[in-house]
């Protein structure tokens, strides 16, 4: 009898039993390997996890000790200046609650608490005029002579090759410097705060200066930059400039008007900007107010290119101990052009930095690249005249073609010379002389009267002409440069009028060859130092009758930079040097006023006037030592600490600014009021 098998058998008929086995065998080995590796994993995660819980721990520790240093160094202005003696090391001697340690080294940087790179040796150094006697450096009360309670602080050293003094008529109220001084008619040096009272040379009892210092010549860019469109570019946050040559004042499209006004640094480099206005006078003086703000720079704290940005109250653009790119701009102003700042407006510069050479923001041209040029102006009409033969003789000096007057008893001759020819459009005049060749013969009196062109006579003193000359030649000259330099159509339609009289009894002659304006100037295209109104002798009678300064020659004088005068509240941070031999330059400070010149004002004459003056502080810090500090914090172990606890190594690197120039309410110093980290790095 035959049997059936059931079964599972191959297609080849193998049997296939105990197959099950091998495969739970194999998966308990690949899921034994899978554990393990988990394992393996896990703890290599805790043991990173400690790791990095440790390195935590010691960053931590040193940005602590880093912050603990900046607050030992932060109160006391004779902690970080570069003197090689006053960085200690900051080293807690008991450990943090982690059982770390902290050391932290400073090192001031270049500059640091003292004078920086290339920085003058005086906050204010006047260098006047030959001739003035009223320049130098001087606090002028603008609310009467009477000064009130006002004084004027200014922090740093300071020198004049002039005046030193406080113009006002009592004693109350004080001109405080707290550094040296260096002046022809103030003191010698002396290592002390110097109170000034009213008076001009009332400074105690110290000798002058016989040989103060002098023009210091900082030198002056060779390259004329291009000339630019003077209107700018929007962007999201600023009206941006390009560095180059300005013909007009600079200005905002519609679109971006209210924006502030952000002049780039150059590429790679210094971004030199050149301002010479041309067109009429009053065009001349560059206007910035309203929401117009001032940064040249590197930008700092604040991005123009993103909207909704806005450049910090100060340090909006990056100085020479930024972090690069930090460079800088340098403005230039040639010929009469001028900048004028509002109450509201706030104008920060910063230059470009350097190892060896000056750090200027901003220059008033020194010296021309422009070749000079002259002209022989003269009248060329003589309707008027009375009591001459052939008048028109003297519209030119020639040696052989006179105006004569024979004057009976007590008569006068007069001679007009009017609608005199005029300069080629947008000229700078840097010298102009009136010539007059005359012969006197028996007169009682002889005068001579000139009238601008804009209608404005001169002072009599200006033309003083004698009565006695004994020969036409040479020409008797009269200097009327001050009187005329200020605006080219001063020249164009003058009027002169030559008046001779004869005694009562006797007659006289008076021989004319010719009356001629010789005139020197410059046409734009290149650098034109300072001319016109810049250059004329300050005349503060004029300005400030109150004054108890002896008048100058009543010369028309204007600042090359002026913030206000009897307003205040302008915000002015230069961060470079304001040098200037040609020109004067007129800040006011009011309460609370930041004006701050960090690397000192050279210039012709310094004129503070303090507003509202009448028993209020008014603060100007010029060259104030900023301390700027390179931090070093590593850690070390004083207890059970972790791994990578114990090695000594630098953790944390820090370059730190501390901001000494704010004052308080009593002209006090304020050391680091204000303090800025401007690098942090963390070592692991």
Not at 163 to 180: A, H, K, Q, W, Y
Not at 440 to 469: K, M, Q, W, Y
Not at 534 to 561: E, H, I, Q
Request: proline share 7%; glycine share 12%.
């Amino acid at each position: 009898m035959s049997r059936m098998r059931f079964g599972r058998c191959g297609s080849d008929g193998v049997d296939e039993s105990g197959a099950a086995l091998l495969l739970a065998l194999v998966f308990l080995t690949v899921f034994a390997l899978l554990i393990g590796a988990l394992t393996s994993f896990a703890a290599v995660t805790v043991n990173d996890t400690l790791s990095n819980r440790s390195q935590r721990s010691a960053v931590y520790t040193a940005d602590a000790g880093l912050l603990g240093a900046v607050e030992n160094l932060r109160g006391d202005s004779t902690k970080g200046v570069n003197d090689g003696t006053s960085c200690p090391t900051f080293a807690p001697a008991s450990a943090f609650s982690n059982a770390l340690g902290v050391s932290v080294t400073c090192t001031p940087q270049a500059g640091s608490g003292g004078a920086g790179l290339n920085t003058p040796p005086y906050a204010a150094w006047a260098v006047p005029a030959v001739g003035s006697t009223t320049e130098g450096l001087i606090d002028h009360p603008t609310k009467g002579g009477g000064c009130g309670g006002v004084d004027m602080i200014i922090q740093g050293n300071v020198a004049s090759d002039g005046e030193v003094l406080r113009d006002c008529n009592s004693d109350s109220g004080t001109f405080n410097i707290s550094g040296t001084i260096d002046a022809a008619s103030c003191t010698g040096p002396k290592p002390k705060t110097v109170t000034f009272n009213k008076g001009t040379g009332s400074c105690g009892s110290w000798a002058a200066d016989p040989t103060p210092p002098s023009d210091p010549l900082y030198l002056q860019p060779t390259t004329v930059p291009s000339v630019v469109s003077s209107v700018g570019t929007c962007l999201p946050s600023a009206v941006a400039f390009l560095p180059g040559s300005y013909s007009s004042a600079p200005s905002a499209p519609v679109a971006c008007a209210n924006l502030p006004f952000w002049f780039e640094p150059g590429l790679g480099g210094v971004g030199t900007y050149y301002f010479d206005f041309t067109g009429a006078e009053a065009t001349h003086t560059w206007n910035v107010g309203g929401t117009n703000d001032i940064i040249g720079g590197t930008p700092a704290g604040w991005d123009p290119t993103v909207a909704g940005q806005t450049p910090p109250s100060s340090h909006a653009c990056k100085q020479e101990h930024d972090v690069p790119p930090n460079h800088g701009v340098e403005l230039i102003f040639g010929g009469d052009t001028r900048l004028s700042l509002s109450t509201t407006s706030h104008v920060e510069l910063c230059p470009e930095p350097s190892t060896n050479q000056q750090e200027i923001a901003l220059y008033g041209a020194r010296t021309s690249s422009n070749p000079n040029l002259s002209s022989t102006e003269h009248a060329t009409s003589t309707a008027g005249s009375s009591g001459f033969s052939n008048p028109d003789n003297a519209k030119d000096i020639d040696g052989s073609s006179f105006a004569t007057a024979n004057i009976p008893k007590g008569g006068t001759a007069t001679l007009n010379l009017s609608a005199w020819t005029g300069l080629p459009p947008n000229a700078v005049i840097y010298s102009a002389v009136l010539e007059v060749a005359h012969q006197d013969s028996g007169l009682r009196s002889l005068s001579l009267s000139v009238t601008d062109g804009l209608g404005n006579a001169l002072p009599a003193g200006a033309t003083g002409i004698t009565s006695t000359r004994a020969s036409l030649a040479p020409p008797e000259t009269f200097d009327l440069t001050e009187y005329l330099n200020d605006d080219q159509a001063k020249i164009g339609g003058m009027k002169a009028v030559l008046t001779a009289t004869a005694p009562n009894n006797a007659t006289a002659t008076e021989t004319v060859d010719g009356v001629v304006l010789l005139v020197a100037y410059q046409l734009p295209g290149g650098f034109r130092r300072e001319a016109g109104c810049l250059v004329n002798l300050t005349d503060f009678v004029a300005k400030y009758p109150s004054s108890n300064l002896a008048a100058d020659t009543g010369a028309t004088a204007c600042p090359l930079l002026a913030n206000s005068p009897l307003s205040g509240h302008g915000a002015i941070f230069l961060q470079g040097t304001l040098y200037a031999p040609l020109a004067f330059v007129e800040l006011a400070t009011g309460v609370g006023d930041p004006v701050r010149f960090n690397r000192g004002v050279v210039a012709r004459s310094i004129d503070f006037l303090a507003h509202p003056g009448n028993g209020t502080f008014n603060l100007a810090g010029l060259g104030l030592p900023d301390r700027y500090v390179l931090f070093r914090a590593s850690i070390s172990c004083m207890g059970v600490c972790g791994p990578f606890q114990s090695d000594g190594k630098l953790r944390l690197t820090s370059l730190v600014h501390f901001d000494d120039a704010e004052l308080d309410s009593m002209g006090n110093p304020i050391p680091g009021s204000n303090v800025t980290f401007l690098s942090w790095e963390v070592e692991r």
